[in-house]
T-cell receptor, first 112, second 116 residues
Framework: SQQGEEDPQALSIQEGENATMNCSYK?????LQWYRQNSGRGLVHLIL?????REKHSGRLRVTLDTSKKSSSLLITASRAADTASYFC????????????FGAGTQVVVTP | NAGVMQNPRHLVRRRGQEARLRCSPM?????VYWYRQLPEEGLKFMVY????????ESGMPKERFSAEFPKEGPSILRIQQVVRGDSAAYFC??????????????FGPGTRLTVL
């Protein structure tokens, strides 16, 4: 079974709205990373949040981490059409920190 | 500073042939990771290598797949006697040796393998 699972599977919003997606995981982690993938392209690293951190910001992105609930959220504020992509969370765990475990992703469509 | 480079970007092979996928990590990175992505799915870890060493190959199929990261040159993922089920996008990532940011993995554009 996958370590990280994103929710929802798909999200459709209009430009200017906020987009929120969640990631749940099963085992304790060292860090959690969010990536974006445009259709047919490689992954772009967005944010890394460590297990002792609760919130991080990067531009229009805000990531939270709740280790007690084993969950993380990614918020994209004031979305743009260029934010249309799939978003994946990936976790790194203690004994295999080099091995990222990915969820199936959230497909976000932002319409003008 | 160039990012992670992968070639070829697209590779077509017939069943039974061999596929060789190459990955050059970012400058200053000595850790390389290979992942496979099937359509509409997330990435699945295959193998983690440092120069001349395999650190974790827990995601590699037991047969037909091998990976190396020689002292000189790119990392190679080799698939022998390909089958249709090997058709997927194969992504390489790299990270720094140590220090701040060492656990951030940066991904290449991927190689899309199609087996006819």
């Amino acid at each position: 079974s996958q370590q990280g699972e994103e929710d929802p599977q798909a999200l459709s919003i209009q430009e200017g709205e906020n987009a929120t997606m969640n990631c749940s995981y099963k085992t304790s982690i060292n860090n959690l990373q969010w990536y974006r993938q445009n259709s047919g392209r490689g992954l772009v690293h967005l944010i890394l949040i460590r297990s002792n951190e609760r919130e991080k910001h990067s531009g229009r992105l805000r990531v939270t981490l709740d280790t007690s609930k084993k969950s993380s959220s990614l918020l994209i504020t004031a979305s743009r059409a260029a934010d249309t992509a799939s978003y994946f969370c990936a976790t790194a765990s203690g004994d295999s920190w080099g091995k990222l475990q990915f969820g199936a992703g959230t497909q976000v469509v932002v319409t003008p | 500073n160039a990012g992670v480079m992968q070639n070829p970007r697209h590779l077509v092979r017939r069943r039974g042939q061999e596929a060789r996928l190459r990955c050059s990590p970012m400058k200053g990175h000595s850790h390389v990771y290979w992942y496979r992505q099937l359509p509409e799915e997330g990435l699945k870890f295959m193998v983690y290598l440092q120069k001349e060493n395999i650190i974790d190959e827990s995601g590699m199929p037991k047969e037909r797949f091998s990976a190396e990261f020689p002292k000189e040159g790119p990392s190679i993922l080799r698939i022998q006697q390909v089958v249709r089920g090997d058709s997927a996008a194969y992504f390489c990532a790299s990270s720094q040796q140590q220090g701040a940011g060492a656990d951030t993995q940066y991904f290449g554009p991927g190689t899309r393998l199609t087996v006819l």
